[in-house]
């Protein structure tokens, strides 16, 4: 008895999450992908890392 | 032993002015002051390099449907609590990976991927300010175009000598408030409204945004003193962008803008006269199309920033003649 109470409360909670999701879902989706954000498009490679005083090096004065 | 407070330089891009010790960096964090010098450290060191339709920035009367190759390095004077971006623009320098790519070397890039233009973006191209003037010099000798996509929040000498080499620029007016700058961006307005008249002033061609907030910026007064604004002073043909806000950054306890608001800011900003007014991050109806000032019909039809049909003629309405506000080629 227990056992079928928690398995239906189990199911309950997973239907939740998926309307949940069907709802929230394309909000999400579409944030990753929303005007002047740097995600979702076409990245040229990963940048290779560059330590500060390598940059320091290579800076161009400013002032 | 030198003394600190002698060898602080004042940055004076933007109106922050901020004096910043030997060591330390201002506010944007990749300004910094080594040995007494100013220092843009992030020079020739783009952390983000994409191809982007050009549609995404927003420009929509500027060559609608081609690429723009988009650049960006960390660092922003701004602190907006909703950042899309704020894993690079709110980054330290010395914490994100980075490209290695002088000026001279991006025209190449930007034809190797069938680029028109490059746009400096994401973050905000007025902190790395040496680094997208001298590649918007480089591009420009190359029939590039330059684009910047940008808040805005910028002193006159500076804004006016970017003008020169730049061609188009997307701003966003973040709220007509002042009180809104200072408590959801750390900035001021007054400074972002003089920095578009120079760039107007200076030809440079000029799409606006605003971001619209839950709660904190969607008020029909916030609307209509924004539209009565760029009517006055950029003219009823600037194209207007009202984009969905998302729950990001510190601001996840606000929800998604709802539709019904974003259609409200676009009934006042008709109603104050403004000809192209647009909805983004929102699949509406007619929300990206573009339609004739005159006749009302559409003109371009666009879907997630992408063009699905083009009818311009030579820059005219296909339909009554009538030329249509922006740069098509």
Redesign the interface.
Known sequence: MTAMRTRRCFLGQLSFLCAGLAVFGGDVCRASNAVSSFRDTRPLGAPPWRSRDAMLCVGKWAG | MADPVQQA?R?EICPKTCLIRPGQSGECRI??N?DG????????????????PIE???FFHYLPGTEAL?L?TVGCNLHCKNC??WE?SQAN??DM????LSPSEIPA?ARK?DCLSVAY??TEPIVF???TT?SSRVCKDAGLRNLI?TAGYINPDPVRKLSRVIHAATL?IKAMSDAFYRDVCGASLAPVLRGIDIMLEEGVFLEL?NLVIPTLNDSDENFRDLCRWVREHAGAETPL?F??F?P?YRMTHLP?TPADTLIRARDIAKAEGLKHVYV????LPDGENTFCASCGHVVIRRS??VVTENRLNHGACPDCGRALHGVWQ
């Open positions: 330089v940055c300004r910094v080594v010098q100013l220092q843009s450290v992030t020079y020739g060191r783009p952390c983000a390099i994409h191809v982007d995404k920035k927003p988009s960006a899309q971006n690079i320098p010395e990976a980075a490209y290695s890039l991927h973006t994401y300010y040496e680094y001298d996509v966003d945004s962008h984009l969905r998302f990001l998604p983004g991050n929102l699949d997630r920033h």
